[in-house]
Each structure stands twice: as C-alpha cells, then as structure tokens.
C-alpha cells in the first residue's frame, strides 16, 4: 500500500508549481510506464471503503481532460451566442424592409378590392357548327403556323375563354348552344364553375370531337338559335336577382340560312329580345339584357334574301365584333380578346351631368354657354391655390361603384381636341376673356384630386322611384394652382380612375388671381440623430420664401408673421395609427425657440423674402415623420391674396444606437448570461482540481 501510494504522489501536481520546466522529480509527465499506478488509483476511487490512509489528491491527466472540457463547452456558448446575434440581425435586416414593403399589401386599394367583387353574369353562348366553320376555303393560321378550320380557332378560343375564371366567375352561370341545321342545348354540359373541377370538366367537353363537333352539311338556323337563348335566359334569369346580366353571344361566320319549315323568324325573335331589354331597362334602370354578335370571317354588311350577322346584331339592339378588322394574334387570339374586351365593358357606367344648373360654373356665363357646356368650372383659387367643387353624375349600375383617383391629364389630350375646346372659349361671347391651356404651364403648375380619399356612388336600386329617373352622386374633386403657376385663366382636363367606365377625360376651367406664394410651398427637411452608445440631440433647418407669383400685378407693401405651429408624429403610409403617434410631438418651443418671423414685404424692392427657422430635436425624440404647419398671417392690404399656412414635413431617423438597440439589448443580455455561466463553469472545475 505504501508503494501504491508512493506512486501515486509522483504523478500529482506539486502544490507549489505546476511548470512542465521545472528540473527534478518535481514535474513529471505520466507516461506509458505508469499504467500499473493508474491501476491501484482506479480501484479506490471505485472502492472508498479502502481510503484508509486519508484523502487522495486527483491526478494530473484528470485534471486536465476536465479543464479542457469546460474550456470546449465555454467556446460552444460563445459560438452559440455569436451565431444567435448573427441570425438575429439577419432577421432584422430581411424582416423589417419587408414588412414596410408588405404593410400595403395588407391593405389593398379600394379600387382594386372593388375590381374583384364578384358581380355574377349569365352567359349564354351560341356556337355555329355549320358546314362552312370547316370548309377548307375558310380554314385560318393556328399558333404553330400550320392551316385550321375555323372551327378548330373557335374551340381554341372558347377553352381559353372557360379556363379564364376573370371573365366567367365562379358565381356565374353558362350554357353553351350549338346551331346549324339544328339546335342542340349542351344540357349535360356544367353551368356553374364555383368548383375548380367543374371548370376543367367543361373545358374538356369544348375540347373533346365527341361532345362538340361541326357538321359539314349543316345550315347556319340563326332564327331558331336566339329563340333557344331567349328560353334558356329567362330560366337562368328565374334563379339570380334583378340586377343579373344577361349576355347572349353568337358566333358566326354567316348569315341566316333556316331550314325548309323553320317555325323561328329571326326578325320575331329579335322582338322578344328587345321586349326583355326593355322589360329590364324600365325594372331596375339598366340594360341587364347585352347582346353581341361576333363574326368570325369577313362578311358582307347585307345580302339580298336573308339577315347578315351584322344586319342581326342591330336588330337584337347588340353590338358586332368583326374579328378580322382586329390585328395581332390568331384568329382564337382575336376571338378571345373581342370576348375579353367585351365582358369589361359590361361594368357600371358614370356618366357626368355638366350642366349649369348643377354643379360648379361660377366662371363661365350662363347665358353665352348655355343649358349644357360640359364644362366643370372651379372659378377662383383661394390663397392657398385651391378651389374645390363636386358635380353631379349618373351611375347606370346596379352595383355601388368606386372612384379612386382623380388627376390631371391635359398633357395626354390631343392638341386638336384641346383647340376645339379652346375655340369654344375664346367666343367673345365667353366671360371671362384670355383663356389660356394648362397644358402650356411648367409640368405640375395645376394638379386634380378628389376631396375626399375614395368616394362611393350609390346604385340604382330595383324598383325605387327616382327623380328624373336616377339617383343623385356627387363627385368632389379639387383643384390646386402652385407656386409655380402664373395669373390667369386656364382650360385643363381630368380624368378619373374608377371601377365602372369612365370618360375619356373631362374640361375643367379655373381661374388663378396675382397672389403671394411660398416656394417650395410644402418643406420637407431630414435629419438623423448623431450617437453611437446612446441617441443624442441635433437640429434642422426648415427653409423657404414668399414671393409674388409669375405674370402678378404689383401689389403695396405688405406686413407678414409667419407663426409655427407643433408638428405631429404621423403613421407610415399603409400602417394603421397606432395609439403612440397620437401624443408624440415636436414641441413648438423646439421650432425656433416658439418664436414667429415678422417681416414687410415690398414686391418693388425683393422679389422674395427668404424664411428660416431652426427645429431643435432633442435626444429623447422619437424617430419618424412629423408634419406641422407655418401659419402665415397678412396685414396692410385687404386685397392681398396669400397662404394661410405653408405645411412642413421633417422626418426623424433613428440614431446608430436606435437602429440596433431592439436586436443589440437582448443580444448583450444573452452574452452577459453566457459568459457568466462560463466563468462560473471555468471557477468551479478549478477549485475542484485544487
């Protein structure tokens, strides 16, 4: 025992020293020859009852491998805590950009949500399967180059047609009729495409010889196809409400050819096609009943003995579509976007009641004009370069419809068309005189908005009696002269974006006096807090001038105070307010000390008068935008047209240490942890080696 023992010493650490440098027995490294001492160690360690001899120090090599094992899972924290801090500012990096970039996606356009309302339609389509839709004298380009019937372009066109969910809804309903010599409803054919399913069953039935085929010595029984699209409307009609569109389609690539002894005339169908019409127009105020006639080869206007497709598409009060007068594409191609074009123009309609009795024509004289001008007349700007109006207008739908957007367009109104309005003003008779179009003004010198962020016309409703047989819709729209534009009178033209069909563009006149303008007449400054550790304060300088605009008259001097006012933080485009925007300010003491700047402005002597003032934005400040105003108050002459107030916008970005403290805090408390731990780790496994 006592050898063992002396054995075991040797291969301990010295209390003293531990340097591997050390001469002598005072250090030594165990080696291969000392695996006999290691035996006797194991087996007290695994048997205590033979420590009788009083407590054993560890030896070197254990020691060692534990030392090395808290220093491994020391340096695997550390990684992990690096790694986490990485892939925490990744995330910051990639998820807040894209979450500005999506906000607007979470709320869409009205309009656009407007656009995909589902507004059910029942088509009922008439397919000519006479004998020459497959004669080789009609045959057309198919995609890849190659000759095809022309029955052949039609299928082609009418899957392309079914698979687009765009034009025929889920929730509306189809039927399919087939003419030649006879008629033939496709009644086991899927009417309603709500199930995807549904929809692709159909577009295998058009696809498929068997189910839809022509017949080469067929007819072309024009007469007896309506009658059965007539029945088959007013059964789909019998499951929807009033204000479902019927739209009966032919397609066509002849004339009237009925069979000996057919018992339908085109000429008596038509009647009761143009009864329906006007059954619906007088129930609900609309034409819920469209017809259209597509020809699909050229075709003569008339032909002695029978009814072309054209002469047709008149006498059922319908619309013909000539698809060879279109270019581009194939023939199927053609097809399907006169079918396209066609199904949109069954939206609701605004049509615009200028007139003077109604609206806003304060600038044009009544009695030189007339009942109906068609002019929207916004008269004088005020200081501030605005005039508002709303005028009257018509919706023909029975569905609530939205404008979005109103804008200026004279820049994309032919110059002709711009003349023969300006021909018209410039009759002596007009008052007042000098017109002049503002599409000759430096681009943005006149803008057109709505007043108000989206404005929703009412629809006709399904039996209310209404004055004059329509309701009334106003639309309010306002028009703003800026710094930039000069005295006078102007013509100009807006045009609106909307979910129904709009005019191409409506005129507007306005009338801008001699006046006083701020330039620029909206500030925009930006500023980022200095400080790397913590945010610290700075200041910006908001700048602008007061002057008289082009082509004024020379006004006496004028006294001018211009007062600021506190600017409130403002939500980003696309985010909801959120509560803490409410509150959150740049004081007006913070904008040049609470101080307003007086000056006398004498248009003799300056062209403008400059206007500076410090905004001071403390430390504490909160990053974002906020949007204040300059109240603007003129005194010494009464007649003096000037702002009220010049708005301001100063955006506040965040400091370095802002930018990083929602990622960096938590990541210095997570290293601070994991360090600790270690230390802790490191402190034990040493005192329990000693």
Known sequence: MNRQLERSEKLTLPPHDSDPSMPGDAWRRPSATDEESRRPYAQEQASP?????????????????????????FALLL???????????????????????????????????????????????????????????????????????????LRSALKQMVEDSRLIGPASQVSFITFGTAITEKADWPNKLGDPALRAQLVNKIASPETLSADKHGDTYMGGALYAAVEKARAMAKEGDACTMTFIVMFTDGWDEPPAGAPHKVRDVSKQILLEKRIAKEKVGVDTWQTRVVGLQRLPDSKAGTT???????????????????SGGTVSDRIFAALKKTVESLKGEIVPALSISEGC??????????????????????????????????????????IAKAEECSASVSTAKQNEVLKFLSSPLVRPQGWKLASTLPPGAITVALTHADVVLAPIVPGRKYEGDKPTNLVPVTVQAHSNCPAGHFLGFLKMLSTARVPQYLPFVVSVPSRLVASPENIKVKVKKPGFFWPEPTAVEITTSIGQSEGAKRQTAVNIEVIPEAAQMKA????????????????????????????????????????????????????????????????????TMAPSQIPFEVVVDPSPWEEVAPVAIPLIIVCIIVCGLGIFLWLSTLKRGR
């Open 308 to 326: 072309t497709a054209k002469e047709l598409a008149t006498l059922i009060g319908g619309e013909f579509i000539d698809v060879n007068s279109q």
């Open 572 to 639: 980003e485009a696309g985010k909801p307010t959120a509560a803490e925007y409410q509150n959150e300010k740049i004081d007006v003491a913070n904008i040049n000390d609470g101080k307003s700047v007086k000056f006398a402005y004498d248009a003799s002597k300056a062209d403008k008068q400059e206007i500076k003032m410090n905004v001071a934005i403390p430390a504490r400040q909160k990053p974002g935008r906020y949007e204040g105003k300059l109240v603007v108050k003129v005194s010494g002459d009464s007649e």
């Open 361 to 402: 024509f304060g600038g044009i004289d009544a009695n030189a004009v007339g009942a109906h001008n068609g002019f929207i007349s916004f008269g004088n700007v005020d200081g501030n370069g605005i005039a508002s109006c709303a005028f009257p207008a018509e919706l023909r739908s029975c569905y609530s419809e939205q």
């Open 49 to 73: 009852s033979q420590h009788k001899n009083g407590p054993r120090t560890k030896p070197l090599y254990a020691f060692n491998s534990r030392h090395k094992l808290v220093n491994a899972i």
């Open 79 to 153: 990684a992990l805590c690096a790694c986490f801090s990485s892939m925490m500012f990744s995330i910051a990096g990639v998820l807040l950009p894209a979450s500005l970039m999506l906000a607007p996606a979470a709320f869409p356009p009205p309009v656009q949500a407007a656009e995909e309302r589902e507004r059910p339609v029942n088509f009922v389509f008439l397919v000519d399967v006479s004998g020459s839709m497959v004669m080789k004298s009609t045959m057309v380009k198919g995609p890849d180059g190659k000759d095809i019937t022309l029955f052949e372009a």
